[in-house]
């Protein structure tokens, strides 16, 4: 099993940047993709950004040039940095996994950004 634990959701004014980091543990041999999902409210959950082992990114047009998504892959640990934060990135923010071809994911945390 795989855990994951996010963290950094807060509540930002327009234009401001915020940190999310994302912590997996338990059986953990090799983390291929990881990446940042997120789920505003009356909407379905949808991508953020991706990144492989090997730092290859992919990211949702609406935060390209914005988001950036990093990873340690000694520590297991994946970083999204926001910047330019704008009241539509509301959301709830998930980290996603991919262990061994099943795919974890966390409890989310909520990112809040006023006007």
């Known amino acids: 099993q795989v855990q994951l634990v996010e963290s950094g959701g807060d509540l930002v004014q327009a234009g401001g940047s915020l940190r999310l980091s994302c912590a997996a543990s338990?059986?953990?041999?090799?983390?291929?993709?990881m990446g940042w999902y997120r789920q505003a409210p009356g909407k379905q959950r949808g991508l953020v950004a991706t990144?492989?082992?090997?730092?290859?990114?992919n990211y949702a047009d609406s935060v390209k040039g914005r988001f950036t998504i990093s990873r340690d892959n000694a520590k297991n640990l994946v970083y999204l940095q926001m910047n330019s934060l704008r009241p539509e990135d509301t959301a709830v923010y998930y980290c996603?996994?991919?262990?061994?071809?099943?795919?974890?994911w966390g409890q989310g945390t909520q990112v809040t950004v006023a006007s």
């Open positions: 990144i492989t082992r090997g730092g290859n990114t």
């Open positions: 338990g059986t953990i041999f090799s983390i291929s993709t």
């Open positions: 996603k996994v991919a262990v061994m071809a099943r795919h974890y």
